[in-house]
């Protein structure tokens, strides 16, 4: 296994990374990165974002109370009045009102006053809650409080994409400047800088590489946490479980590579991958995933005190609804929650980097020839989930819900730092003046990342 690792990552001393003056201060800079950019933004946030705010905002509230939003439970009081004195920007239906914010139970609500917030567990908000105290008790707003811990959320993302570029022997010019590009993203702007489930796509993304990384390097740790952090991400959210079905994909890709390598005929090299350590792990992360959220969904279903409230909108599931997700996830790699001028101009080369990177890398990884299987399986397992997660997310929620609504791109955010590990294997070790010239393009697109606001 160690010479197919030192295709994707050379050896190298096995100095820890917080031992080398140049990593750590890389990672430093990184969450410094994070947490400007979430603070820069959520001070400047006057209304709710349209991304179901509303209702995190409302288990948010509740979780410390409460601990879990069981199904048919109405809205917390504090949300319904928070909506009504802020709004929601981009939906004029949703003012503020400030004549209503006095007496907020006098005016109407998005479906009725109820709350879907129940599809989730309560780690996120939990987490988030413990997270927003001490800010809480410096006198920051409270939801604002909430929002700032996407920062946390943030950096580990860029942490952990980080040191999964490291690990494949990026140089570090080019892992901080790409780590840039993310941490500005309109994946991070939307995702993190308000209350959202979305803010642990990334973090989950790039652990999953991270580990997936590690593994190829020939660790047997990794392997073995996989599974537990791929049950865990998908009970923060049930579409985190997208990054690690890549990370599946890239093992048994790489088993398959390795068995194909051996003597003998068909039967022992079938025998070799079925038996490899990679791909048990991969089959042990996807169960534990589906468990995880089985066991959850068995548990909502008997904590519940009601009906879900009516979403007043979706159509049966039917065939040409698939075949238009196919191309649902994979343009939108580099895109957010809304269309790029919903943030100002300075969105637009934020979107051009972050999308041509994203494409152009996974894309461009999976089908260069030149390079050795296992990088090229990185790329090409990134594409492949992309293109086929969206339709299977369709179906289980057709299945579930009963209902056929067109997937929103963001869902697949937690592939971003795939995608971006997958550029940066594809430009490999160049010349000093690329390094540098990505890393002042990773700097620069963070800057007009902060220019970006409520437009």
Not at 235 to 258: D, E, T
């Amino acid at each position: 296994m160690s010479a197919e690792a030192d295709a994707v990552a050379p050896s190298e001393p096995r100095t820890p990374w917080w031992r080398r003056r140049g990593d750590l201060v890389a990672v430093l800079a990184l969450i410094v990165a994070s947490f400007v950019f979430t603070t820069d933004q959520v001070t400047e946030h006057e209304m709710m974002s349209p991304i179901d705010e509303y209702q995190y905002v409302g288990y948010y509230a509740k979780v410390a109370d409460h601990g879990i939003v069981r199904r048919g439970e109405a809205m917390p009081f504090f949300a319904r009045k928070y909506v009504v004195c802020h709004g929601v920007r981009n939906i004029p239906e949703m003012p503020r009102n400030p004549a209503a914010c006095r007496k907020p139970n006098s005016v109407g609500y998005p479906i009725g006053g109820g709350t879907t917030a129940d599809l989730y567990t309560p780690l996120y908000f939990g987490a988030t809650r413990v997270l927003a105290q001490p800010l809480i008790w410096a006198g920051v707003d409270f939801v604002s409080a909430g929002r700032l811990v996407g920062g946390f959320w943030l950096a580990l993302g860029a942490v952990f994409l980080y040191l999964a570029m490291r690990r494949a022997r990026v140089p570090i010019p080019i892992a901080v400047g790409f780590n840039l590009v993310m941490v500005g993203s309109l994946a991070a702007y939307w995702g993190n800088t308000y209350i959202s489930t979305d803010a642990t796509a990334l973090a989950s993304g790039g652990l999953a590489a991270l580990l997936t990384m590690q593994a190829l390097d020939g660790g047997r740790r990794p392997l073995l946490l996989l599974p537990a952090a791929a049950a865990l991400a998908t009970l923060f959210k049930l579409q985190n479980f997208i990054a690690f079905v890549a990370a599946a994909l890239v093992l048994v890709l790489a088993a398959a590579y390795g068995a194909s390598q051996q003597a003998g005929g068909a039967r022992p090299r079938v025998r070799a991958f079925l038996t490899d350590r990679r791909t048990i792990s991969a089959a042990a992360t996807l169960v534990a995933s589906i468990v995880a959220q089985g066991c959850w969904i068995a548990l909502r279903s008997a904590l519940a005190v009601g009906e879900q409230p009516k979403f007043g909108f979706g159509a049966p599931l039917e065939g040409k609804n698939l075949v238009v997700e196919l191309g649902n996830f994979l343009p939108a790699l580099g895109g957010g929650a809304l269309a790029p001028y919903a943030t100002g101009s300075a969105t637009l080369p934020v979107y051009t980097v972050a999308s041509a990177l994203a494409i152009g890398g996974s894309v461009g990884l999976a089908l260069s020839a030149g390079l050795p299987p296992l990088r090229r399986f990185v790329g090409a397992s990134t594409v492949l989930v992309a293109v086929v997660s969206a339709p299977a997310l369709a179906i289980v929620v057709g299945i579930v819900e009963n209902i056929y609504v067109p997937l929103p791109s963001r869902y697949a955010h937690s592939l971003l730092p795939w995608a971006l590990l997958s550029a940066a294997l594809l430009v490999g070790r160049p010349r000093p003046w690329l390094r540098y010239t990505l890393l002042a393009l990773g700097v620069v697109t963070w800057g007009l990342a902060l220019m970006m606001g409520e437009a």
